[in-house]
């Protein structure tokens, strides 16, 4: 069911959208809310990202995006069929732009977390944002931003409790594939040098997880090609253990004294790193002490400084 609402108010949209879950029986078990700051983003990615990753955990999903024009608020809600649980798409004009967080606030679930997700343009604390406020959990990606890079120290700067970015997410199987191998070599790593394509806020995040977890400064080289971090190289004192990107889904492995593999290192899409992180809304200490480092280390430097 899909009503359109114009020129409305929170109080009439919490009301037809009660009205509505009754109708086609939704479920009332609704276990988070996901507020999505959809500013200068493809509504229509974000929407179906939003509403794949609510699959696993039914939830009221609120889509927030600004227009031009004379103050108003409009809104289309969706319940039932495809959708798990209900989805609220919230358009404001005028004066109302900058009130979005009152509207909010009364159409949050109550008793259950928030969880606030900007996937393009983010502010640069989010917990000090209005939104930011209403939420337990907030989620950004510096990869939606113009310049990755600089958008990323920035966040590290500002890194608080409950904040994640998925740059991180991105970086799972990385660190899983890396901490495997540094678990079966338990020689200490002398060097360590990340390949990346120029401007890859994820290679720049993985060297800070090196940095951190081994106390070394690893190196982050610019190198052609077109699937983000091309290769990592750790030396140690039982020799080089390489995972080298082949492709977009796959990559080599070579470690001392075992034969070379191909492992499996897909790149995945908006819809599988939303859902991942929408599975664990506790605090990741790794990502904090990571971020820590990031900022340390890299904090006055520009991406020239980082090739060294």
């Known amino acids: 069911m899909i009503i359109e609402l114009e020129n409305t108010n929170a109080g009439e949209i919490g009301q037809r959208i009660l009205t509505a879950r009754d109708r086609v029986g939704v479920p009332t078990g609704l276990v988070f809310t996901m507020i999505v700051v959809a500013d200068q983003c493809d509504i229509e990615q974000v929407v179906a990202a939003a509403t794949d990753a609510g699959r696993e955990h039914p939830s009221r999903i609120l889509v927030l995006r600004d227009e031009d024009g004379p103050t108003s608020l409009d809104a289309q809600l969706r319940v039932g069929g495809e959708v798990p649980g209900d989805i609220i798409e919230l358009t404001f004009r005028g004066e109302l732009t900058r009130h979005r967080d009152s509207v909010v606030l009364p159409l949050l679930l109550p008793d259950s977390p928030v969880i606030a997700w900007w ?10 944002d209005p939104i930011g406020r209403l939420a337990h959990r907030r989620i ?18 500002n890194c608080g ?3 994640i970015d998925l740059v991180w997410t991105r970086l799972t199987r990385w660190r899983g ?27 720049v995040l993985l060297a ?8 070394i400064e690893t190196r982050v080289a610019d190198v052609v090609g077109s699937y983000g971090i091309m290769g990592v190289e750790l030396a140690t004192d039982a020799g080089r253990i390489r995972l080298n990107r082949t492709d977009g889904s796959m990559a080599t492995f070579s470690a001392p004294d075992v034969p070379q593999r191909l492992v499996a290192l897909p790149r ?8 991942e992180e929408l599975r664990r ?8 002490a990571t971020m820590a480092t990031l900022a340390a280390r890299w904090g006055g430097e520009d991406d020239e400084g980082l090739d060294r």
């Open 281 to 288: 809304l506790d605090d990741d200490a790794a990502y904090y």
């Open 268 to 275: 995945r899409d908006l819809n599988v790193l939303l859902t």
């Open 208 to 215: 800070a997880w090196l940095d951190s977890r081994l106390e």
């Open 119 to 128: 996937p393009g343009a983010a502010p640069a604390r989010p917990a000090d």
């Open 161 to 163: 409790p409950g904040d």
């Open 140 to 157: 950004t990606d510096a990869m939606g931003s113009a310049d990755s890079i600089p958008t990323l120290i920035e966040r590290a700067h």
């Open 177 to 203: 594939l890396l901490a495997a191998a540094l678990d079966q070599y338990r020689s200490p790593v002398r060097q360590a040098a990340i390949q990346a394509t120029p401007g890859n806020a994820a290679g």
